[in-house]
T-cell receptor
Framework: SQQGEEDPQALSIQEGENATMNCSYK?????LQWYRQNSGRGLVHLIL?????REKHSGRLRVTLDTSKKSSSLLITASRAADTASYFC???????????FGSGTRLLVRP | DSGVTQTPKHLITATGQRVTLRCSPR?????VYWYQQSLDQGLQFLIQ???????AKGNILERFSAQQFPDLHSELNLSSLELGDSALYFC??????????????FGPGTRLTVL
């Protein structure tokens, strides 16, 4: 079973609004990565944040990490219809560095 | 385009059969990972190879096996297929075996349907 839980499971917003997705995990992590998946297609790597980092930015994406709360959030600003996809957080938690995925958030951006 | 290629894109087969999925990592990447995505289990790690050697094992069934060849491409073999093996199978690659900055880049996946 997955270690990560994401909320909300589904999010519907208007184009131009911001979208925030949250991810919680259960054990200490090495890093946490966010991925986007369009309807049954491949996973696109968005951003990686290390356990000793608190915030990272990439274009319209902002990721925060709170290791004391074992949680991370992904903020997409000024959303576009093309942002419609499922978003997954994935953490590496031990020396193997395999990814443990959350359950994902389905984002719908209405034009 | 991540640079990771997977073939075939789609595979339809019958129960009891055996199939081979193929993955070519990004140029320069030494690690290959296999993941399974199904509706009931979500995305699950199966196995990792680094420079030809098995590095880590996850929830991989005994009916499944994998290997990484000297040219670093990898194959996932699925045998005695069952209906429940129907899923999307992803390959990912990364430069190193691990490390805090070891980003994994995913291929487009192979959709396996077992009838």
């Amino acid at each position: 079973s997955q270690q990560g839980e994401e909320d909300p499971q589904a999010l519907s917003i208007q184009e131009g609004e911001n979208a925030t997705m949250n991810c919680s995990y259960k054990t200490s992590i090495n890093n946490l990565q966010w991925y986007r998946q369009n309807s049954g297609r491949g996973l696109v790597h968005l951003i990686l944040i290390r356990s000793n980092e608190r915030e990272k930015h990439s274009g319209r994406l902002r990721v925060t990490l709170d290791t004391s709360k074992k949680s991370s959030s992904l903020l997409i600003t000024a959303s576009r219809a093309a942002d419609t996809a499922s978003y997954f957080c994935a953490a590496t938690m031990d020396s193997s560095y395999k990814l443990i995925f959350g359950s994902g958030t389905r984002l719908l951006v209405r034009p | 385009d991540s640079g990771v290629t997977q073939t075939p894109k789609h595979l339809i087969t019958a129960t009891g059969q055996r199939v081979t999925l193929r993955c070519s990592p990004r140029s320069g990447d030494l690690s290959v990972y296999w993941y399974q995505q199904s509706l009931d289990q979500g995305l699950q790690f199966l196995i990792q190879y680094y420079n030809g050697e098995e590095r880590a094992k996850g929830n991989i069934l005994e009916r499944f096996s994998a290997q990484q060849f000297p040219d670093l491409h990898s194959e996932l073999n699925l045998s005695s297929l069952e209906l429940g093996d129907s899923a999307l199978y992803f390959c990912a690659s990364s430069p190193r075996a691990g490390g805090s900055y070891n980003e994994q880049f995913f291929g487009p996946g192979t959709r396996l349907t077992v009838l």
